[in-house]
């Protein structure tokens, strides 16, 4: 009797277990519905090829990254070298949720790079992310060649600063670099 008891109380466990809609794979989905409709709201023209001319309101949803955006703001000064694998790089930043604009804002200042206000700073070596980074800017750095060059990503939480440990949140950065070579 006791058997059949635990056997009952696992099996009632493992069907209610089975009905929570709170798994990974739907989280999932339902970030892609909450940049789907940050798309919709914004008036963003999604585009599949990287523009010659970007427009105002325009993102490049680039290759092989599920759900992320870039829009290029400002190339920077492209009379000085650009950026190569090991250089500083010198990011300030506003993330935000694309439930609302800037409910959270970190590093952005109006002394452009020249404040007591913390900056992220690291090395790009390889490509691979340091822990005050995320790959989404690492995506962006690709693009953003020169001193001074801006730009806004639509970042999914598996190119973030989230994981499948942690809660599934898109972000929306807006950014702008700074090269360092010492």
Not at 12 to 34: D, M, P, Q, R, W
Not at 66 to 94: E, S
Request: charged letters at 20%; hydrophobic letters at 35%.
């Amino acid at each position: 009797m006791k058997k059949a008891s635990i056997y009952i109380l696992f099996l009632a466990v493992c069907i209610f277990a089975g009905c929570n809609n709170n798994t990974y794979s739907n989280a999932l989905k339902e970030e892609e519905k909450l940049i789907e409709n940050f798309i919709k709201r914004q008036g963003i023209q999604v585009v599949n090829e990287e523009p010659t001319e970007w427009g105002d309101n325009v993102y490049w949803k680039i290759p092989g990254y599920d759900n992320y955006y870039f829009h290029l703001v400002a190339r920077g000064d492209t009379t000085k070298p650009a950026l190569k694998v090991k250089d500083n790089v010198l990011i300030q930043y506003i993330q935000y949720t694309l439930n609302a604009y800037a409910d959270t804002i970190r590093y952005w200042n109006a002394d452009d790079y020249q404040g007591a206000t913390p900056q992220i700073q690291f090395t790009p070596a390889n490509m691979m992310p340091p822990e005050n980074a995320c790959t989404g800017w690492l995506i962006a750095l690709e693009h953003m060649q020169y001193t001074g060059a801006e730009c806004k990503i639509i970042c999914p939480s598996k190119l973030g600063f989230t994981n499948q440990n942690s809660n599934v949140i898109p972000y929306g950065f807006d950014m702008k670099i700074k090269i360092k070579r010492f």
